[in-house]
């Protein structure tokens, strides 16, 4: 089991630091390249930038309440929404074609195709 993992292109989990403004305030954000990776191809399907797409992330977050989260917590959030991103995918929630928008995607048909696994998850 360990192999499938071990043998991954090493690059992957390179960690890289971007710099970027949030909310007008200059800040870096580090991340494994493959979290770097995922987060291209959100933004790429709605057509944003990696920056515009962190900002617009870092925004509605703190807008939804999650301030408390910002800044210390902001690299586990994405992380998590890239996590999240693959999750729904595979379970067929957001579709693999990646010339479908996110956007264009009913949040609670995604949101609800997430409950039943989460409900399993729980009683097991």
Same mark, same amino acid.
């Given at each position: 089991?360990?192999?499938?993992?071990?043998?991954?292109?090493?690059?992957?989990?390179?960690?890289?630091?971007?710099?970027?403004?949030?909310?007008?305030?200059?800040?870096?954000?580090?991340?494994?390249?493959?979290?770097?990776?995922?987060?291209?191809?959100?933004?790429?399907?709605?057509?944003?930038?990696?920056?515009?797409?962190?900002?617009?992330?870092?925004?509605?977050?703190?807008?939804?309440?999650?301030?408390?989260?910002?800044? =210390?917590?902001?690299?586990?959030?994405?992380?998590?929404?890239?996590?999240?991103?693959?999750?729904?995918?595979?379970?067929?929630?957001?579709?693999?074609?990646?010339?479908?928008?996110?956007?264009?995607?009913? =949040?609670?048909?995604?949101?609800?195709?997430?409950?039943?696994?989460?409900? *399993?998850?729980?009683? *097991?």
């Amino acid at each position: 089991m360990c192999q499938i993992f071990i043998r991954a292109d090493s690059e992957l989990y390179v960690m890289r630091s971007r710099s970027m403004r949030l909310r007008g305030v200059a800040t870096s954000i580090r991340l494994e390249n493959q979290f770097w990776d995922i987060l291209e191809e959100i933004g790429a399907r709605d057509g944003l930038t990696l920056p515009r797409l962190i900002s617009k992330l870092y925004d509605e977050l703190a807008e939804a309440g999650g301030g408390h989260l910002l800044p =210390a917590n902001f690299t586990s959030f994405l992380r998590v929404c890239c996590g999240r991103y693959m999750a729904l995918q595979l379970a067929g929630a957001i579709p693999a074609d990646t010339r479908v928008a996110i956007s264009s995607l009913d =949040a609670e048909r995604v949101l609800a195709a997430e409950r039943p696994r989460k409900a *399993a998850n729980r009683v *097991a």
